[in-house]
Every structure is written in structure tokens, then in C-alpha cells.
């Protein structure tokens, strides 16, 4: 059964830097094929995604933010950690880490965590 | 703007059938089959319903299917029923390795 969760502060202060980190099981990030996706969803509006990290170690970011990003893994804990530097209050919502197979299959997905930007 | 275009809003009676639309803006993103569709209820995290243009995961009821032509995926929905009310998502491989998603539609069976 595969399983994702996510964890990290609930709130952070604007200029802050945001660490997340998603714990899964259920699968190997050192099989081939395997990959993590980072996602995020601000109240009420779309999904927009973030950052991927694959398998081989390859890491690839949304062009827009990609200045602020660094995704990492670790595979012998099962997770994988996004760092966002210099929070903004646009930054605000739900982060999703989510299993992403080839192409654009996202198969599993966390339950979310809601990180809230605010002095 | 999204790099995908989706309606804002979709509706139909129970029964019937609707089709939701997501039309990429560029063959760089939009010249492949990988294109996934995602239902969101509220407070819930998105689910996968379809896969590369027109599967379906184990799970998914065959009241969904999808289909693309051009730079356009479509997702069509036959059959409504009140569990089908929610939001959904397209989304798109992009030639430099990334993921999109659209801007979303909100379903409302009436």
C-alpha cells in the first residue's frame, strides 16, 4: 500500500525559508521509474507544481520559482525534502507530495499540509 | 494564465454526459500523450482518474474516459451522478521534463 505524508511548519514568517518533507512507503525511490513530485494548491484556486525528484537523482523545478527551490532525498529514511527560501504570503496553502510515474501520472498523493505566511 | 486552458465551470443533470476540455498552449506541451485527469472534492487531495490522454487506474469507474486531439485532451463523464461534484484538474508532461496542470473546473451536477 503506498502512502505519502507530509510535514513542516504551519506557519512561517515572509522572508523565511520553508522546509517540508514527505515520508512515503509502499515504494522504493531507488527503483527505476520512481519519482516524487512537490504540489501546491493556495486557498481556493489550482494545483501548480513545484518540483520532481527522480530515482536516478535528477531534479527538475518549476521554471517561475525554481530561483527559491531545492528538492533532495534521502532513500534509506523514505523521504524527500523541498526547501523554499524567502517566503512570501503568496505562498500561502496546501503543499502536496505525491508519487509521479512516467509522463504526467501523479498515482498517489499525500493528504497535504497547509503552510499559512504571515508576520 | 495556465499553460493549459480549461473552462471555469461545467454543468449537467443527472445522467448525463459532459465533456471538460484542456487545451495546451504549445506543442511543446501538448505534442505528447501524457496527459492525466484529477478529481479534487473539497478539503481532499486530488485523486487520479486518467492517465496518459485515456486510461483509467484500477478503481476508476468506466463512467470516465478520456481522449485528446490536437493540443487538446478532453475528459468526458458519462452517466452524472452526485458524487461526481467536484473539481478537475488536467495536466501535461512538457518537453523540458516538467509538469503542468490547468487552471481547473469545477463540476456542478444540478
Known amino acids: 500500500q503506498v502512502t505519502l505524508k507530509e510535514s513542516g511548519p504551519a506557519l512561517v514568517k515572509p522572508t523565511q525559508t520553508l522546509t517540508l518533507t514527505c515520508t512515503f512507503s509502499g515504494f522504493s525511490l531507488s527503483a527505476s521509474g520512481m519519482r516524487v513530485s512537490w504540489i501546491r494548491q493556495p486557498p481556493g484556486k489550482a494545483l501548480e507544481w513545484l518540483a520532481r525528484i527522480d530515482w536516478d537523482d535528477d531534479k527538475f523545478y518549476s521554471t517561475s520559482l525554481k530561483t527559491r527551490l531545492t528538492i533532495s532525498k534521502d532513500t534509506s529514511k523514505n523521504q524527500v525534502v523541498l526547501i523554499m527560501t524567502n517566503m512570501d504570503p503568496v505562498d500561502t496553502g496546501t503543499y502536496y507530495c505525491?508519487?509521479?510515474?512516467?509522463?504526467?501520472?501523479?498515482?498517489?498523493w499525500g493528504q497535504g499540509t497547509l503552510v499559512t505566511v504571515s508576520s | 494564465q495556465s499553460a493549459l486552458t480549461q473552462p471555469a465551470s461545467v454543468s449537467g443533470s443527472p445522467g448525463q454526459s459532459i465533456t471538460i476540455s484542456c487545451t495546451a498552449s504549445?506543442?511543446?506541451?501538448?505534442?505528447?500523450?501524457?496527459f492525466s485527469w484529477y478529481q479534487q472534492h473539497p478539503g481532499k487531495a486530488p485523486r487520479l482518474m486518467i492517465y496518459d490522454v485515456s486510461h483509467r487506474p484500477s478503481g476508476v469507474s468506466n463512467r470516465f474516459s478520456g481522449s485528446k486531439s490536437g493540443n487538446t485532451a478532453s475528459l468526458t463523464i458519462s452517466g452524472l451522478q452526485a458524487e461526481d461534484e467536484a473539481d478537475y484538474y488536467c495536466?501535461?508532461?512538457?518537453?523540458?521534463?516538467?509538469?503542468?496542470f490547468g487552471g481547473g473546473t469545477k463540476l456542478t451536477v444540478l
Open positions: 504549445t506543442s511543446d506541451i501538448g505534442g505528447h500523450n501524457y
Open positions: 505525491a508519487r509521479t510515474l512516467v509522463g504526467a501520472t501523479v498515482d498517489y
Open positions: 495536466s501535461s508532461y512538457t518537453r523540458s521534463s516538467t509538469l503542468v
